[in-house]
């Protein structure tokens, strides 16, 4: 018998209980873990500890024996037992405690959707920007209708179908939008941390599990677009979008200027990399380094269904004049633009699928006009992908529904 | 406002010497300072002591030999019995803008702090004959706060023993110092995060629909404020509230009576946080403001926007208008008793040390903090 729990488990790492006791309220799985590997099993000792988590309180768990118990339970202990050798012997013993919610099978959830719209220099107002928020795609799903007026559209991510739906009322508003999910279709196109292990990307389970060393080792996904901490080159973010594959490779460094020029350039430098939220519905990263004599912390935000990364860099401990953005995210082989109404970027080349590659910043700047910021700015790349043609979205749209700043959180209703 | 208080519980076996230093016979009123980090007292002078306390605290009683208690600072101004400076002029009126009434009313006890003239600089006329010092600065208070519409000017006794008053803005009260919410916790470069269980009560339990308020002499004034609420009958609501305070001159009667209506004309809402976070003092001050933000509650205010922790939060800013905070091991904790150099009695040995868990007393923007009690240090 396997078991999945919440992001535990699964093909590469199977959570095989030896026992299994049920009771009216929910039930507790223990079992031994026998890893093939020392990385596996640190994996696992790993990710079971972090499935008690207040970002995930209920996880959808599925028994491959007994469809019967799928559904959405509360975590209500886990735990591992390791033991000196357990790493280097590869096992140890783990137990997970859940309690069923009620209507376990395909429970109603409520997306709580705060809505504003981001301070910006350029001049979208509340009026032009495009709220939205992403579901899973799955059976029987039921969406209020206010939520749904400004239409559903399905897209395909790398971990399945999502439904994106606009709002047609301008922030700022507060909306529950009540929807039903089946526990398999729970983490369809799912914000995520990965880590990888050994050769492997694995979804991190909670907010505790970093890697030492975050450098090739660490990112996001929600399934659209990716960012990864380059391995292939230090300080830079390699970021990639989905079209059936990973396709887009691009690399951006978060570039300190000062006034002389720092000569050569000096790049932010990426060393600790925190987990500040990480739920199906958004996850938020910081990742912190040397920028280059002061601190700097680039915070990352990326929502279900999105196609860009929200990013926000902060230089604390001085003041730096940092200089333009165009020279901030030095990006290779890009052709610099500027919006109606605001905002510029860079857009970096169709690739061979059509897809391109933007960066953008939410300010009153082309790549060609001078502005400066002190201490903070906020910019997004993201994607332009040829698989969302259908819907006729360019870098103006893109930005639209960047400033509609949505917060959510997701609740299961019932006990 | 009322005064914070303190209450400081030793071990059994604190020495004779250390609990001399709280003989109440010679040693009441010594100062209690209280600071997030221990600090050799006898490596730095008391005023440097003083510099770092997150609470300074007047002894006034012992019991048992090892419980020592009093109040904060604040007493200086007048206790809760009414004992305290209290001026001795004659009947003479005097016009004075709001910064030469507070220079005028710094009890020996306290130094002149940061005191900014409001404006547009007001000249009030006022008498103040044998009232408190506090009753002093509550009055100029009110009649400024009603002069200018500005609800924010206070007076403020600090942990550095002094005196300071204006505008929020002038006491860095408008500028949320943190924001509470329930899972983060720790630096940010934009604003800390104290990770905080929050609860919140609307009530209309001091709800006024008009005061009657009696002052010194035979006089007294009726003040109506804003009224949204019916009855049964459809009829507004009537709540009217009498009180005096023979200690309130006719000069200011109006006003003070009609900062208190426009402060108890409306619903309240009193939030509350608890927070394991260690010295919770050193982070966020009695008075200042802060943010509180939790989603899930709803307690979130969206017409603010703050790039925070790589999303926009949107907090409801509130003021803390009370801590009680426990004394963790890891503070420090000393007895001065006045002198010109100061003698200190490091109590840190001897204290027994509370388990975590702070309370956060949080109100509204608006509200004044007159009548509130800050600043609780729990034994």
Redesign the interface.
Known sequence: MAITIGRAGGALAPLNPDSVSEDARGIQVSGRFAGSTSTLTRMVAQMIPGLNN??EPVVPVLFDEDPDLNGFYRVRSASVDLEPDSIINKHFRWSVSLDAVDDRAAPQVDH?L??????NSVSVTAAMSDPWFAIPKSTGVVVSEAVAAGGVHDFVTETGSISRLVHTAP????EVARTICRPEHWYRGAATVERKWGADWVPVVGRQAVAGNPVGAMGISNGIVRVRLADDAPDGLNFSCWDGGWESLTTVWCRVHSSPAYSPTRDQTLTTFTI??NSPE?V???ISGAAPTL?G?L???LRRGSPLV?M?W???GGTVTLGLPGRLITVPNNTPFALANGGGGHIIGADAAGNRMLQMWPVTSSNTTASTWS??L?FLPGTWLTYWASQSWNSANLRNQHFA?T?E?A?VVGA | MANGSFDVQLVDGTPQSVTDAADMATKGFSTLIVTPTWTDPTIVTATTLLGRSVFTGVLFGRHDRTRLSGHHATAWAGDPSGIGEITERTSNPMAFNFWTWMRNSVPSALSFGAVADIVPATTFTFDPVKISFRSWWDQVCAWYRVATGNHSIEWQVDDQLRLNAGTGANLGYDTAVAILT???DGWD??LPGVSADLTVVDDVDDYISRLLFGFAGAGGVGVSGANPYVDFNGLAVVRKRGTSDTGVTSDAATRVAQSIVERDDQSRRKMTATTPLFAIMATIGVGQSVGCWD??Q?I?D??Q?V?W??????PVYVRCMAITMPLEAGMGVYLVEGRSEGIVTDLTPWVEWESPGARIDLGFLERSMIAQRPGILRS
Do not use: M
């Open positions: 207040a970002d709580i705060d809505s504003v719209l981001r301070t922030p700022p508003f507060r500040l939220r958004e938020r990263v910081r601190l912390t915070d990352l935000r929200e926000r902060n230089i604390t201490t903070a906020g700043s917060a959180s609740r | 329930p899972d983060y470069p934009v989603q899930q709803g979130i969206l017409t926007r790039e922790r790589g999303t926009i939060a949107n």
